[in-house]
C-alpha cells in the first residue's frame, strides 16, 4: 500500500526512505509495519509467551510480505507491553513507549487530532496530543485495575457465550441499555452474572458494560482535558460498541483514519525509527556517564551507630521522633541518641501495622507501626517517642505507640506559621520538649549547650547545603538517591560526627569534571515523604532512564536541611522561628506560599520537569495537589503525579509512566518531523 493511502498528505514526503520498522507487542496482539520508499506494509499476530519470539516471528511474517531481507533494515524501533523483552541485533534499534507511539502515529493518521483514547488488553491511556507536532503534551493511565480493557470486555464476552467480536455489534442492538453500577471487574463480573439471572438480554448487558466502561474512559480523559477531535486507538478500537458509548458520553465524535488504529502504535514506532535513523548521525545524546559516589563511610556510621544502639552500649539514653520539625538541637544537647521513624516497611510490616491503623492510612504510618509491632530490634531500642505532628494520621501513630508500645509524647505544630502567637506556641512547645527530656535523662540541658548545638547543625545544614549546590552543575556530580542516602545520615548521626563525613564528601564531589556530553534531564523530586529505603522510583529514573533527580522538594531532602538558625537571639526564639520559617509542610497556612518556595526550588535547580510524588492515601499532600499542578504548569514546568504504596505491585506501570514522562521532555527541545516536513 503506498504511504499516501493512509498518511495525511501534508507528511507524506517525511516518511520516504530507507526501510524501518515499528514492532507494537501489545499484551494481547502484536502488530509490526514496515515504511520502505513510498510505500507501507502492515501485519498483526497474537501475542505469544515469549514476547521476543513474537517480535522476531511477526518480523519476519512481515519481510516476507514486503520482499525485503532483515539486512534491508536500517533501523527499528519497539514498544508495547512487551516493549522490555525485545532486542534487534545488527540493525539501530530504539525502545520507545506505547504512549508516545500513539501520539504519533495518530498525528501522522490525522494532525488535527489533540485527544487520544488508548485502551489495549491490560491498561487503558488517555493522552493529549500537540496537533502542530505529534509530542504528547499529557498523558493519565488508568490505575492498575483491569475494568475497561480488553482482557475485561474478554470475560464478559465470556459470561454471555458470545466472541469478543460479537460483543460489540450486539450492544448496538439493545433499546435499554442495562445499569452497570460497579466501577470494579470483579464486581461487574458478578453484575452480569446477576443479570442473566434476572433475564437481561445479552443486548442490553453488552451495551451497559461499554456505557460502563466508557464512564471510566471519560474519567481519564477529563483528567487530560477533553479537546474535539478525540482518536480511539489500540486493541479495543475496533469494539464497535464502546466506540459508540465513547461518542455518547464525551460528546465528540471519534475521528475514522485510512489505517486500522489498532496499528498506530507500531505506526508511530516506526515513525521514531524513520526520525532516530535520520538523527543517527547528528544527534547528540542525554549523558549517561555516572560518578560513582562511594558513601560507604556515611552508611557504615549510620550502620555501627545503630548497631551500638541496639546493642545499649552508647551509654545515653535512645528515643524516636517523627516528624522533621522535631528540634535536632534540643535532643543533641540533650544527650540522646536520636532515631527518626521513617523506614519503609516491607510487605509484611505494612500489613502488621494495618491491624493497629485504618486501610486508608498511608504505607509509610502503617510501617512505623508494623516495626514496633514485629519487634524490629532498633524500635525496640527506644525509651520513648516524640512527635511534634502537622500530619493527622501521624498524630494517631503517636497515639497508638503511647497505648501499645512505650512512652509516646505529642507535641502540636502551629499551621498558621506567619503569626506572631503561632510562633510564641511553637517556643512553648519546644520549651516543654526540653522539660521532658530533662526528666527522661535525669540531668539539666543548659542553654548554653543549646546554643552550641545550634552553631553545630548550622555548619551542618551549610555542609549538605553545599553538597546539593553541586547538583545546579549541567552534569550532577551525584545522583538524587545518592544526596537521600547521604542526607538520611542526617536523622540518625550525631551532629560532629555528621559535619566531618560531610565534609570529606563535599571535597571529594567538588573535584569531579563534567562530561563532554549534553546533560541529563534534570528533574525535581516534589511532594510527601521519601522513607529511608524508598529508592525504586529513583532507581527507574536515575538507573533505567538516565535522569536525574537534581532537587528535592519533600521533607527527607534538600528542602528540610536548607535553613539557618539564629545565634544571637534567645534560644528557644532561635528554634521556633528557623523551623518555622523552613520550607513548609503543606498542612501549614498559607498554601500559596508554600506552593511558590516548590516553584522557586525548580526555577533555581533549573528543572526540566517535575514528579509530585505522594503516598496513596496521604491527607497532606494528596489533597492540594492540583494547586501545585496548575502553579507549574504556569512556569511551564511539565509535572507527572505518581501515587505510590509499598507493595511495589505496580512496578510496569510506574516504568511506562516514567519513560513517557522523560521521552516528553527530550523532545522538547528536539523538533518531530512534522515540525521541518
Do not use: W
Not at 448496538?172 to 464486581?187: D, G, M, R, T
Not at 559516589?293 to 521522633?321: C, F, K, M, P
Amino acid at each position: 500500500m503506498r504511504i499516501s493511502a493512509v498518511i495525511d498528505p501534508k507528511l507524506v514526503d517525511s516518511l520516504k526512505g530507507a526501510a524501518v520498522a515499528g514492532v507494537d507487542v501489545g499484551s494481547r496482539q502484536a502488530k509490526a509495519i514496515i515504511l520502505k520508499d513510498d510505500e507501507i506494509f502492515y501485519l498483526q499476530s497474537p501475542t505469544g509467551i515469549n514476547m521476543q519470539k513474537t517480535a522476531d516471528a511477526l518480523l519476519s511474517d512481515l519481510l516476507a510480505l514486503s520482499g525485503l531481507k532483515y539486512q534491508d533494515l536500517v533501523y527499528i524501533v519497539g514498544t508495547g507491553y512487551g516493549r522490555v523483552a525485545m532486542s534487534f541485533p545488527e540493525v539501530g534499534n530504539q525502545i520507545v513507549t506505547e504512549i508516545s507511539c500513539h501520539a504519533l502515529g495518530v498525528h501522522y493518521l490525522d494532525p488535527e487530532v489533540r485527544t487520544i483514547i488508548d485502551i489495549g488488553g491490560q491498561d487503558s491511556k488517555s493522552i493529549k496530543v500537540d496537533p502542530d507536532s505529534g509530542r504528547v503534551v499529557s498523558f493519565v493511565m488508568n490505575d492498575k485495575c483491569a475494568a475497561g480493557t480488553g482482557r475485561f470486555l474478554e470475560k464478559v464476552a465470556q459470561l454471555l457465550d458470545l466472541d469478543l467480536n460479537e460483543l460489540g455489534p450486539i450492544a448496538l442492538e439493545s433499546k435499554v441499555p442495562a445499569e452497570i453500577s460497579s466501577q470494579c471487574v470483579v464486581f461487574a463480573e458478578s453484575e452480569v452474572v446477576s443479570l442473566r439471572a434476572k433475564g437481561s438480554t445479552p443486548a442490553d448487558i453488552a451495551a451497559g458494560i461499554h456505557l460502563a466502561t466508557a464512564r471510566r474512559v471519560k474519567s481519564l480523559l477529563s483528567r487530560v482535558g477533553i479537546e474535539p477531535k478525540l482518536a480511539f486507538s489500540g486493541g479495543v478500537s475496533n469494539n464497535v460498541g464502546m466506540a459508540k458509548a465513547i461518542e455518547d458520553l464525551v460528546g465528540y465524535p471519534v475521528a475514522q483514519f485510512k489505517l486500522d488504529a489498532v496499528f498506530a502504535g507500531a505506526l508511530g514506532a516506526a515513525i521514531h525509527a524513520r526520525q532516530f535513523h535520520a538523527d543517527s548521525s547528528t544527534k547528540v545524546t542525554r549523558s549517561t556517564n555516572d560518578h560513582s559516589v562511594n558513601l560507604s563511610d556515611i552508611n557504615n556510621a549510620v550502620s555501627r551507630h545503630q548497631e551500638n544502639i541496639i546493642a545499649g552500649t552508647t551509654g545515653r539514653h535512645s528515643v524516636g521522633y517523627i516528624c522533621s520539625y522535631t528540634p535536632l538541637e534540643i535532643l543533641s544537647a540533650a544527650g540522646v541518641n536520636h532515631i527518626r521513624l521513617f523506614k519503609m516497611g516491607n510487605t509484611d510490616i505494612v500489613a502488621s501495622g494495618e491491624q493497629i491503623t485504618q486501610s486508608v492510612f498511608c504505607d509509610f504510618t502503617k510501617s512505623i507501626l508494623g516495626a514496633f509491632k514485629e519487634g524490629v530490634a532498633l524500635n525496640k531500642a527506644i525509651e520513648k517517642t516524640y512527635t511534634f505532628y502537622t500530619c493527622d494520621c501521624i498524630k494517631k501513630v503517636g497515639e497508638a505507640i503511647g497505648d501499645f508500645f512505650g512512652p509516646s509524647e505529642i507535641y502540636t505544630l502551629p499551621r498558621l506559621r506567619n503569626k506572631t502567637s503561632s510562633r510564641d506556641y511553637y517556643r512553648k512547645e519546644i520549651i516543654n520538649f526540653k522539660t521532658d527530656l530533662e526528666e527522661l535523662t535525669g540531668r539539666k540541658i543548659a542553654e548554653e549547650d543549646i546554643k552550641d548545638r545550634i552553631k553545630l547543625y548550622n555548619l551542618v545544614r551549610k555542609t549538605l547545603k553545599r553538597i546539593s549546590d553541586l547538583r545546579k552543575r549541567d552534569y550532577p556530580p551525584l545522583k538524587g538517591r545518592d544526596f537521600l542516602d547521604a542526607v538520611k545520615a542526617f536523622f540518625y548521626l550525631p551532629p560532629d560526627r555528621l559535619l566531618t563525613l560531610y565534609e570529606d564528601l563535599y571535597h571529594r564531589l567538588a573535584t569531579v569534571h563534567e562530561f563532554d556530553q549534553k546533560p541529563p534531564i534534570r528533574l525535581m523530586m516534589a511532594g510527601g515523604i521519601v522513607a529511608d529505603g524508598d529508592r525504586r522510583l529513583l532507581e527507574l529514573v536515575e538507573d533505567s532512564l538516565g535522569a536525574r533527580v537534581v532537587i528535592e522538594d519533600h521533607c527527607t531532602g534538600a528542602r528540610n536541611v536548607s535553613f539557618q538558625l539564629s545565634e544571637t537571639e534567645d534560644p528557644y526564639s532561635s528554634l521556633a522561628h528557623g523551623y518555622l520559617d523552613q520550607s513548609p509542610c503543606t498542612r501549614m497556612k498559607p498554601l500559596e506560599e508554600r506552593i511558590a518556595i516548590s516553584g522557586q526550588l525548580a526555577q533555581e535547580y533549573r528543572v526540566d520537569g517535575i514528579l509530585y510524588v505522594y503516598l496513596k492515601f496521604c491527607p497532606c499532600y494528596g489533597q492540594v495537589k492540583h494547586e501545585f499542578f496548575k502553579h507549574f504548569q504556569d512556569l511551564g514546568i511539565p509535572v507527572l503525579e505518581v501515587a505510590l504504596d509499598y507493595s511495589a505491585s505496580d512496578q510496569g506501570q510506574l516504568k511506562t509512566r516514567l519513560e513517557a514522562f522523560i521521552e516528553v521532555l527530550n523532545e522538547r527541545d528536539r523538533p518531530l518531523i512534522s515540525q521541518t516536513a
